[in-house]
Structure formats: structure tokens, C-alpha cells
């Protein structure tokens, strides 16, 4: 009996094994399999997203645009098994009504993403092939000698095949009055009502962390007669000042009327792109893949209706808009990008052309994959895209929902968040806590705080963690690095297979997500319905890989 392991429980262990259960119940061979499924946390199958997390986190995809089911648009890489998507599973499983467009809480999309997992269970029962849940943290990955081996704290598992898939680092540093790595934001009821705090960052974590501390104190934002929303106190909320590296937020996603439209590129091609790696060899991101983009952005936004040209420079860099003269005018640079940003998002994406090419970059993300997947870029250019370029993209389209911009105007308007010390200001330490410096062209900006969150999700770089497993892996494992450009997780082949120290591939460990991000581009995600998306593709590449490798030796086959 072949025993397959999957390392990581979370969206893409469980999708890998929906691909698999799916090869195995289309083949005319009845395989002798047996799986063991790893996960450190108690729930399996909602990976970070958990059931219990506060439900003023919000996810940053629309409730129409997830996907854990592989449906038709997959149909020409493998095996159909069609099922609901968030929306559909939302309204017509959990029957309760949500917008099409509308940014579900994480906690319920983990109730999804279990829901997945359940579903998958059950066909395991059905098809009678034998399973164990291990709910144990892995410690140690071998794969050197004949069968794989998997060490937890209380065992040793001999197996045929590991994946790992172990995803985001759920790390969460308190120390004192620093709050770093803020993964969920469960601790924070620690911080005292009325204390001045400092937020780091103007991400999706900022925002959340911006929730907890004001709707999760018993907050309420109302709409106010201006067309924006007012803060109602609850007394009990610290005051919150936010800041970060460019000193501007993340944009907005825009109100999204037609869910199913995705944007088909004329320049900005797979084809384009794979023409240039051939006649090229590596690739240059600014050099070669840039201006194929901002071609394409000037056509889209010609299409839809902009007047003159896209601006690409304020497109890439809204903060240069920002104000530095005095205080009181860099405030009101600060928030008069705040409302043009939610405004343009209430237009709507088809409305503003502005909006709508924020999405096409969402939507060509996969053509940034082509020309960075497996070392594609020179690496000098590598190094440029996830350095200088990344931050932009983030910016640009895995922004929050344009409510949480809203909400951040209105706790401007209600004196509960200062914008005065936004841009990049000078961190030093004091006595009691911090002060953050900020300086202007005329003059400048001081204030105390009393606890620092740095609001951010870590880097993956499997070279500065100091977890047991990538630790234990470092050994044996190679970890990638593109000509000396070091980031991401392990080093893998087109086959997923791992790379192990000696520049060989593993037969039986592979790797998929977040714990292969380096050799391929921003894993970051989950499936799309309609589209032919990167994680049901990597899914359904492995599954049917790890499936042929358990036919291939006839023993395992039962005819
Ligand atoms: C705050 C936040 C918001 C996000 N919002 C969205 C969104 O709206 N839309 C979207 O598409 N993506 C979003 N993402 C991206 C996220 O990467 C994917 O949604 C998805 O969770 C990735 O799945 P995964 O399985 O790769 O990783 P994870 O979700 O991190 O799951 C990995 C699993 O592996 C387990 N594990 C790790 N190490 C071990 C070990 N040593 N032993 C045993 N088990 C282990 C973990 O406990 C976890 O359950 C968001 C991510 C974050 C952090």
C-alpha cells in the first residue's frame, strides 16, 4: 500500500487532495492508497483563514471570485469535479443572502474552506480508501532514503510521497509594547482605552488591526449625510496613528457590477511573453515585461472610456501627491487621496476607467507568473519585481474593500486616527514607548505612543525563519535562490519536486504554495471561478503527478 502525505492541511493541501480523490475516482484502476493528513492547527482544511477569528476581518477577494471547486474552465488540464463557489455555498448551502460583490468576513470564508474539506472527507468514506487526521505540528521532513519520513513531536510516519504546503508563518511577536507580525488580532484587547497607539503599515492587516480596535471595542460607523460614513464612539477605543514606508494606503477594490468579467489581454500575452523568454533567454522586469504591461494599461484605459492618457506615474506612485510643506497641508493631501480613492471605487470598476485598469493588473497577474516562474528574470531583475515592484502591484490591486477607506475618513473626522506622522516618520524608543518624528519642508511633527503594532504579514523567506521544520529542512533541502537572490521558501522543478541540497529533485517530496513561493510568483492566492487559475493549476499538475507515481509501481495497483 502506497501511504501519501500531505504536510499543511490549509486551501492548497486540501485542494491537492480534491485533485487527487478526483484522478483516483476517474481511473479505471483501484488503487492501494492510504493518506495522512497533517495539520498543526485544530480545525483542518481553513489553513489561515480560521473559523474563529474576529469577523471584522475581512478577506480582500469578492464572495463570486472564490473558488475551491475545479469547474470547466479547468476542463483541458484535467478532471472536471464542479462545486460552489463562496457565493453559491453562501447563499444556497449556508443559505443566508450576501452580495456577489461583497467582501466576506475570513472567518467565514474559513467555514468554506472547511466545508471543502468535509466534502473531500466524504468522498474518501465512499470510495473507501483509508485516511488519518494527524493533528501534530511537523518537525522534521526526510526524504534521502528509499521512503520519506515525517517526524512529529510524539512520532515517526514512513511514507511513500510528501507534500508540503505548509503556508503562511503564523507567527506572533509580543513583546511589551510592541506588537509585531500581527497574524489575527486577538491580543490587542490588551491595549488599554484612551493609550495612544501606533499602526504600521496601511495594508490589509493595518486595516484589521484598525477594526478590532475601534468596531471590535463597540464602535459603529453609521452613514453620515454626506455620502460617507461617521464614527460612533464606544469609549473605549485607543487613539490610532497610522503610518507607513510610502506614507500612503493600500487602494481601494472597486464596487464590482459584472463579477464574471475577465479582462483578455491584446499585448500583455502569455504568447508575448513566452516569445520573449525564447529569442531572450532571461528576462528584465522594467526592461521587458514592464512596458508590455503599461502598454496594455493605456489600451484598457482607452477602451473603457479615460480621457488622454492613463497617468502612470500617479497610477504606480499616488503618494507623490502628498503634500510635504507643513502638517495641515500634507493632512489634507493625505485625505483629499483618501476620498478621491473610495470615490472612484463607488463609481464602480466599469465606470472608472481608473478603477478598471487597477483590475486588469489583478487580472494579469498570471502573465507576471510566466515571466518570473523558475528563474525567468535575470537575477538583479528578480530582485527588483518582489523588492520595489510588489509593494506597487499590492498597492494597486489587493487593496482593502473601499469601506475600510471610508472607515478610516471617518475616524479621521472623529479625532480617533491621526494621519500627522504618516509618511515613513522617525521611530525612537523612549522611556514609557515610542515617538514617531515626522518632518516636513516647514515644519515638523512629534508624538509619544504608547504601544507599536507593526501591522504587516511576514516575508516569506524560509532563510530567516526560525521555525523547527524549516530550520530541520535547511539541512537537507535547498532553498531557493536565483544567482544569489535569496527569498521565498524551497527551491523546486517545473514538477514540484524539491531540490535537495546536492542540486537533485526529490521522487517523493514535493512542494506546492507558499512553501515553493521564489520559484513561482505569489502564491499567494485561491481559485477564481472562470478562470484558469495558478492554484487549481498547481493543484491538479501535482495531483496527477503523485497519482501516475502511485500506478507506476504495480504493486499498489489492485486490478
Ligand atoms: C490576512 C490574510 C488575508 C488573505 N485574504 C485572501 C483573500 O481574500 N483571497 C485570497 O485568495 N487569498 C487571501 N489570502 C492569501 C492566502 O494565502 C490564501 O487565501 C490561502 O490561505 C493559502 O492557503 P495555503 O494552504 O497555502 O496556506 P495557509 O492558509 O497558511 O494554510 C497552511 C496550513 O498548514 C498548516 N501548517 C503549517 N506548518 C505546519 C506544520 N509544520 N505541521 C502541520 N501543519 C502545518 C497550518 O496550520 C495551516 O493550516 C490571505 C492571507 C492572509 C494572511
Not at 479547468?74 to 456577489?100: A, D, L, N, R
Not at 474539506?117 to 470510495?127: E, G, M, P, S, V
Not at 473605549?236 to 494606503?249: A, C, V, Y
Not at 538583479?380 to 520595489?388: A, C, G, Q, W
Request: net charge negative; aromatic share 12%.
Amino acid at each position: 500500500m502506497k501511504k501519501i502525505a500531505i504536510v499543511g492541511m490549509g486551501p492548497r493541501g486540501t485542494s491537492l487532495l480534491e485533485r487527487m480523490i478526483t484522478y483516483i475516482e476517474n481511473s479505471k484502476d483501484k488503487v492501494n492508497i492510504s493518506f495522512l493528513f497533517f495539520e498543526k492547527n485544530k480545525e483542518f482544511g481553513s489553513g489561515c483563514h480560521k473559523k474563529d477569528l474576529p469577523k471584522g476581518l475581512l478577506a480582500n477577494t469578492i464572495a463570486s471570485q472564490i473558488t475551491m471547486f475545479y469547474g470547466d474552465e479547468m476542463e483541458s488540464f484535467g478532471p472536471v469535479k464542479s462545486g460552489p463557489c463562496f457565493y453559491e455555498w453562501h447563499t444556497q448551502i449556508k443559505k443566508q443572502p450576501i452580495g456577489e460583490s461583497d467582501y466576506p468576513s475570513r472567518s467565514v470564508l474559513g467555514e468554506y474552506l472547511n466545508y471543502f474539506y468535509d466534502f473531500q472527507i466524504n468522498r474518501l468514506k465512499k470510495l473507501g480508501i483509508s485516511f488519518f487526521e494527524i493533528n501534530e505540528e511537523v518537525i522534521d521532513i526526510d526524504s534521502s532514503f528509499g521512503r520519506a519520513s515525517i517526524k512529529t513531536k510524539n512520532d515517526n510516519y514512513k511514507v511513500d510521497s510528501i507534500t508540503i504546503c505548509s503556508g503562511h508563518e503564523d507567527m506572533e511577536v509580543r513583546n511589551d509594547r510592541v506588537f509585531d507580525f500581527v497574524f489575527s488580532t486577538e491580543k490587542m484587547h490588551e491595549i488599554p482605552s484612551g493609550s495612544e497607539v501606533g499602526i504600521q503599515g496601511m495594508g490589509l492587516t493595518a486595516f484589521d488591526v484598525i477594526s478590532s480596535l475601534t468596531e471590535g471595542r463597540g464602535g459603529e460607523f453609521v452613514a453620515s449625510s454626506d455620502g460617507g460614513l461617521e464614527y460612533i464612539a464606544s469609549g473605549n477605543e485607543p487613539f490610532l496613528n497610522i503610518f507607513s514606508r510610502s506614507g500612503i494606503f493600500l487602494s481601494s477594490r472597486a464596487y464590482n457590477a459584472n463579477t464574471s468579467f475577465i479582462y483578455k489581454p491584446i499585448v500583455f500575452k502569455t504568447e508575448s511573453i513566452e516569445y520573449m523568454k525564447k529569442i531572450k533567454g532571461k528576462l528584465d522586469f522594467e526592461l521587458d515585461v514592464l512596458p508590455l504591461l503599461i502598454t496594455e494599461l493605456q489600451i484598457a484605459y482607452m477602451q473603457q472610456g479615460g480621457e488622454g492618457a492613463l497617468d502612470t506615474d500617479y497610477f504606480f506612485h499616488p503618494e507623490k501627491k502628498l503634500d510635504f510643506n507643513d502638517e495641515k497641508k500634507f493632512v489634507e493631501s493625505f485625505c483629499s487621496l483618501l476620498k478621491l480613492d473610495y470615490s472612484q471605487s463607488l463609481d464602480g470598476k466599469f465606470e472608472n476607467p481608473y478603477k478598471f485598469c487597477q483590475d486588469v493588473v489583478r487580472d494579469l497577474r498570471d502573465v507576471i507568473r510566466v515571466a518570473t516562474d523558475y528563474s525567468a528574470l535575470n537575477p538583479e531583475s528578480h530582485k527588483v519585481l518582489i523588492n520595489k515592484w510588489q509593494p506597487i502591484i499590492n498597492k494597486i490591486c489587493v487593496g482593502p474593500p473601499y469601506l475600510r477607506l471610508m472607515q478610516l475618513e471617518a475616524l479621521i473626522k472623529a479625532g480617533l486616527c491621526s494621519v500627522s506622522t504618516a509618511a515613513n516618520p522617525t521611530v525612537l524608543k523612549t522611556e514609557n514607548g515610542f515617538k514617531l518624528v515626522q518632518k516636513f519642508n516647514n515644519d515638523k511633527k512629534e508624538k509619544n505612543i504608547d504601544y507599536l503594532i507593526k501591522a504587516r504579514m511576514p516575508t516569506i523567506n524560509f532563510n530567516e525563519r526560525k521555525d523547527t521544520l524549516v530550520n530541520n529542512l535547511k539541512e537537507k533541502f535547498r532553498f531557493f535562490n536565483n544567482g544569489g537572490f535569496q527569498y521565498g521558501g524551497l527551491d523546486i522543478d517545473s514538477q514540484h519536486r524539491v531540490i535537495d541540497i546536492n542540486g537533485e529533485p526529490c521522487e517523493n517530496f514535493h512542494a506546492i504554495g507558499l512553501s515553493s513561493e521564489g520559484p513561482k510568483y505569489f502564491t499567494l492566492v485561491l481559485g477564481r471561478p472562470g478562470m484558469v487559475s495558478t492554484f487549481l493549476m498547481d493543484s491538479n499538475f501535482l495531483a496527477n503527478k503523485i497519482y501516475l507515481d502511485v500506478l507506476s509501481s504495480k504493486e499498489n495497483v489492485v486490478s
